[in-house]
Nanobody, 116 residues
Framework: QVQLVESGGGLVQPGGSLRLSCAASGFTFSSYAMYWYRQAPGKERELVASIGIGGTPNYADSVKGRFTISRDNANNTVALQMNSLKPDDTAVYYC??????????WGQGTQVTVSS
């Protein structure tokens, strides 16, 4: 059974940090590119960061220099380190796995709230 389980969300003050983690199971993790998306209330889901099979990261302009994506193929996890958080970063954050053939899996999401 395929599972993507996000964790690490919560409430943090502006300027603070959070580390999200996504644990994968049920598929060959190392063969999938991994993504973090987010969706704020009333807005469309947007791509935050991605990391390819070879480990190359990419970031949305809005998070460059503040967020870092990483993957651990030995433990089937992908992480998103989020620093200098802003209220605009408030959203539900989702993990996605995508195979080169197009097969895609999504996690259930974890809430991140940035507020004083």
């Amino acid at each position: 059974q395929v599972q993507l389980v996000e964790s690490g969300g919560g409430l943090v003050q502006p300027g603070g940090s959070l580390r999200l983690s996504c644990a994968a199971s049920g598929f060959t993790f190392s063969s999938y590119a991994m993504y973090w998306y987010r969706q704020a209330p009333g807005k469309e889901r947007e791509l935050v960061a991605s990391i390819g099979i070879g480990g190359t990261p990419n970031y949305a302009d809005s998070v460059k220099g503040r967020f870092t994506i990483s993957r651990d193929n030995a433990n089937n996890t992908v992480a998103l380190q989020m620093n200098s958080l802003k209220p605009d970063d408030t959203a539900v954050y989702y993990c996605k796995a995508r195979h080169p053939t197009g097969r895609t899996y999504w996690g259930q999401g974890t809430q991140v709230t940035v507020s004083s």
